[in-house]
């Protein structure tokens, strides 16, 4: 059974920098050919799609605002089975649900974490 798990702070400065972790358990962020994406949904939004991290490690922000493009970063560990999303200089408008999931292929997820609420304010 496959299980994605985010981890990070609920609670984010402005200005900081925002990590999140996702772990995997029940497959290998390595198996061909999966990807790993980080999702977000703002209250009162859409789901917006950040980017994803393909089986071989190649990264893509997929995100189309220019500013959030820029200031996302998704990196993982192997070893520990985890993939990680950066966001820098946050601001009250990055406040959302966070999820990391699993595609095949790049198509529509089929495993989602639970979700992880972020707040940015001071």
């Known amino acids: 059974q496959v299980r994605l798990q985010e981890s990070g702070p609920g609670l984010v400065r402005p200005s900081q920098t925002l990590s999140l972790t996702c772990t995997v358990f029940?497959?290998?962020?390595?198996?061909?050919?999966?990807?790993w994406s980080w999702m977000r949904q703002p209250p009162g939004k859409g789901l917006e799609w950040m980017g994803f991290?393909?089986?071989?490690?190649?990264?893509?922000?997929?995100a189309e605002n220019p500013s959030l493009k820029s200031r996302t970063s998704i990196s993982r560990d192997t070893s520990k089975n985890q993939f990680t999303l950066r966001l820098s200089s946050v601001t009250p408008e990055d406040t959302a649900v966070y999820y990391c999931?699993?595609?095949?292929?790049?198509?529509?997820?089929?495993?989602w974490g639970q979700g992880t609420q972020v707040t940015v304010s001071s």
């Open positions: 029940g497959d290998l962020i390595t198996t061909t050919p999966i990807y």
């Open positions: 991290l393909s089986y071989s490690g190649t990264t893509l922000i997929t």
């Open positions: 999931v699993r595609h095949p292929g790049l198509r529509w997820p089929d495993y």
